[in-house]
C-alpha cells in the first residue's frame, strides 16, 4: 500500500497556525489527543482548497450548489465558532451575532476569498483556547434546544469529537470537489 499526498510544490501544507502553541497550552492528555486529531483535519481542509483561485474557491461542483469556499465558511461559522463559542462557553456576544448571517454556506459577493481563510484560522485559534483552558469533562453552557431538541452532547469531550466527525467529513466533501474542479487529490491509498 502505497500513500500519495498532494503537497504545494515546495512540500508544506498550510493550516491553522494554532495547532502546534495550542497543543503547548495545555498538558491534559486526553485534550492534547483530541486537538491534534482535529487540527489534522483542519490542516486537511486548508490544505485540499489551498492553490485554488478565486473563481474555483467559489464555483459549485456538485448539484446541491455549495462552493469550497462556503464550505470553508461554515466551518469557521457553524462549526468552529457555534460549538465551542456559542455552545460550550455560552459567550453572550457569540450567540447574538449567530443570526448576522444567513447562511453560511453562501459567501456574500463582496467577501474575499482571503477573507473567509482567515476567518476560518482566526476561528480554530479562538476555538483552540476556550478547549486548553477548560477539562473534557466540563459542562457546556448552553444548548440549543431551538435547533436541536434534548441534549446530546453534553461535555467538551462530546463536543470535540462532534466537530472532529464534522471536520473530517466536510474534509472528504472538499476531496470531491477539489478532483472535479481540477483533478487534484489530497490522499490516495493504493
Request: hydrophobic content about 45%.
Amino acid at each position: 500500500m502505497s500513500i500519495e499526498q498532494s503537497r504545494p510544490a515546495d512540500g508544506t501544507v498550510t493550516g491553522p497556525e494554532s495547532g502546534t502553541a495550542a497543543l503547548a497550552a495545555t498538558t491534559d492528555p486526553e485534550i492534547l489527543a483530541l486537538l491534534s486529531c482535529l487540527d489534522g483535519q483542519r490542516r486537511h481542509v486548508l490544505g485540499i482548497v489551498e492553490g485554488l483561485d478565486a473563481d474555483a474557491l467559489r464555483r459549485p461542483v456538485l448539484p446541491s450548489g455549495w462552493s469550497c469556499l462556503g464550505l470553508v465558511q461554515h466551518l469557521a461559522l457553524d462549526v468552529e465558532r457555534f460549538w465551542f463559542r456559542a455552545v460550550f462557553t455560552g459567550d453572550p456576544v457569540i450567540i447574538r451575532a449567530l443570526d448576522d448571517i444567513d447562511d453560511a454556506w453562501q459567501v456574500a459577493p463582496g467577501t474575499t476569498h482571503t477573507e473567509v481563510l482567515d476567518r476560518y484560522r482566526t476561528e480554530t485559534r479562538l476555538a483552540d483556547a476556550v478547549v486548553t483552558a477548560a477539562a473534557p469533562g466540563d459542562a457546556l453552557a448552553r444548548w440549543p434546544r431551538d435547533l436541536f431538541g434534548e441534549p446530546h452532547l453534553h461535555t467538551l469531550r462530546d463536543v470535540l469529537l462532534h466537530v472532529i466527525t464534522e471536520t473530517a467529513c466536510h474534509a472528504g466533501h472538499l476531496d470531491a470537489a477539489r478532483e472535479l474542479i481540477d483533478g487534484r487529490r489530497w490522499l490516495v491509498l493504493t
